[in-house]
Structures are given as C-alpha cells and as structure tokens.
C-alpha cells in the first residue's frame, strides 16, 4: 500500500503514540486535506515535498542561494555587515 517506507514507519509510529488505529490517522488526514482551501493544499504539499527532499539529501533552497551569493528574488545577496 505504501511506497514510502519511511512514511508508512511514521504512521504506524504515531499510531502507536496515540494509541489510534492507523485507518483512523490516515481518514483524519484526507479529511483536513478535502476541507483545506487551495492555498492551504498547495502549502501542505510542498511542506510534504520539501520533507521529502530533504530526506533525499536535498538543501534547502536557501542554503544554495546564499553559497551562490543569490536571494529569493534573484538580486545578489548584501555582504553581511
């Protein structure tokens, strides 16, 4: 069912913490994710993409950005003062 075995461990961990059937976790997350807006959606699957990145190994965008000298917005970074 799962593809993710890290993913699947967390699960059966919490559920084990909360003393829930894991059914019930998983129900109560598609839930919150249906009832969310938009915006919200988006915003939980990034959090959950970036998580997954970094499990990969992956570096947040900001470290590459200012070993780069670069910000977000593409102007060169200000020397730190």
């Given at each position: 069912?799962?593809?993710?075995?890290?993913?699947?461990?967390?699960?059966?961990?919490?559920?084990?913490?909360?003393?829930?059937p894991?059914?019930?976790?998983?129900?109560?997350?598609?839930?919150l994710?249906?009832?969310?807006?938009?915006?919200?959606?988006?915003?939980?699957?990034?959090?959950?993409?970036?998580?997954?990145?970094?499990?990969?190994?992956?570096?947040?965008?900001?470290?590459?950005?200012?070993e780069?000298?670069?910000?977000?917005?593409?102007?060169?970074?200000?020397?730190?003062?």
């Amino acid at each position: 069912m799962f593809d993710d075995e890290e993913l699947y461990t967390a699960l059966k961990v919490e559920a084990a913490k909360t003393h829930r059937p894991a059914k019930d976790l998983v129900a109560d997350a598609l839930a919150l994710l249906f009832e969310s807006t938009r915006e919200e959606h988006d915003t939980i699957l990034m959090r959950a993409r970036m998580r997954g990145y970094a499990r990969q190994g992956g570096a947040p965008v900001e470290k590459i950005l200012a070993e780069l000298g670069l910000t977000k917005d593409a102007a060169p970074a200000r020397p730190a003062q």
